[in-house]
């Protein structure tokens, strides 16, 4: 198939078959120097677009091969709000999605456009992305289209969030030396305060990259997520190829840490050794710690702190 390609098994969003929506080259308004696709100059309109009835075609076929699909998920090699004919090829699926969800993988950077916010208004997931709130770092990491404006795009992001009715997700991607300094760190904080989601994911380069750049290893990401509101639905995503060292950690110190950071147990078999784990069982038998599914997700959290997290439309 051209277009159709999975289904692929997400922890994040579930099973998943993908829609490219430009499968023959990349197509982006942003250069990222972590994206695994080769440097390409930036556009701000697809030049190359096939037409919708050709994608629903190969994806109708798709779901009856493929009948225990959970999410259809719009992508491209590259931005997939920059297709032309978004919101027709949105009303197509829906026709023959039946019970599945509809979910896309943006780098919000069309959002402040009227027309693809509407459009992404009628999706039932949407995941953007958000690296940077600085310019100088926006423009180093994303290396945006010209014209892209960083305030326009934050602003757009803060608005849907509030307006948008389906489960909403936020990716920050972090690069080594970039966007991981604590002001920038901080600066991100205080936007992601006024975003209403469902999950923030933080990342950083898991697969090779365009330019010669460097991720964080997970302990890094560990700490930095620490420095997040703990109010925030933060998630660590990156865990391919990871190595860890788990420490030793008392009773108090599990809660301390499960209250400023709830975790998965893939979380905890990388942080934890095998008696701070033993203990972690330990304090779930006694229901000071819980296990509790959020967004796709387990997490143990303190038993105290079941109501106290901010989650989108809890």
């Known amino acids: 198939m051209k277009f159709i390609f999975g289904p692929v098994a997400s922890r994040r969003f579930g099973t998943s078959l993908g829609i490219d929506l430009s499968p023959g080259k990349k197509q982006c308004n942003f250069d990222c120097l972590y994206c695994e696709l080769a440097p390409s100059a930036t556009v701000d309109a697809y ?6 009835d050709e994608i629903i075609f190969e994806l109708a076929s798709a779901l009856k091969e493929h ?27 829906d026709a023959i999605k039946e019970k599945k969800q509809t979910l896309i993988l943006t780098n919000s950077a069309t959002l402040s456009d009227p027309k693809t916010y509407r459009s992404l208004l009628h ?5 953007l992305s958000l690296d940077a709130v600085s ?18 795009l934050v602003q757009s992001v803060v608005s849907f969030s ?27 904080n205080d ?20 330019y010669p750049i460097e991720g964080l290893s997970y302990e890094e990401l ?45 979380d905890l078999a990388l942080l934890f050794d095998a008696d701070s784990l033993k203990r972690l069982y330990q304090l779930v038998e006694t229901h000071e710690i ?25």
């Open 191 to 210: 936007v992601l305060e006024q975003i209403e989601c469902e999950r923030i994911d933080l990342g950083t380069i898991d697969r090779p990259p365009a």
């Open 67 to 93: 009948p225990n699909t959970e999410v259809i998920t719009l992508t491209a090699n590259g931005e997939p709000t920059l297709y032309p004919y978004l919101d027709e090829l949105i009303e197509k699926i």
């Open 135 to 152: 310019p100088e770092i926006f423009k180093k990491i994303d290396r945006p289209h010209e014209g892209i404006d960083l305030g326009k």
């Open 290 to 314: 819980s296990l509790k599914r959020i967004s796709n997700l387990d997490f143990y959290v303190p038993t105290k702190n079941l109501k106290r997290k901010r989650h989108k439309n809890s």
């Open 222 to 266: 560990f700490k930095i997520s620490h420095r997040f509101n703990p109010a925030l639905p933060i998630h660590i995503a990156s865990r391919k190829d990871v190595t860890s060292q788990p420490s030793c950690y008392s009773d108090e110190e599990i809660i301390n840490t499960l209250d400023k950071r709830p975790l998965t147990p893939e």
């Open 47 to 52: 030049n190359e677009a096939y037409p919708p």
């Open 162 to 188: 509030k307006e948008y009715q389906g489960r909403l997700f936020i990716e920050v991607l972090f690069v080594k030396a970039l966007n991981d300094t604590p002001e920038e760190i901080q600066a991100i």
């Open 123 to 127: 999706l039932d997931q949407v995941k």
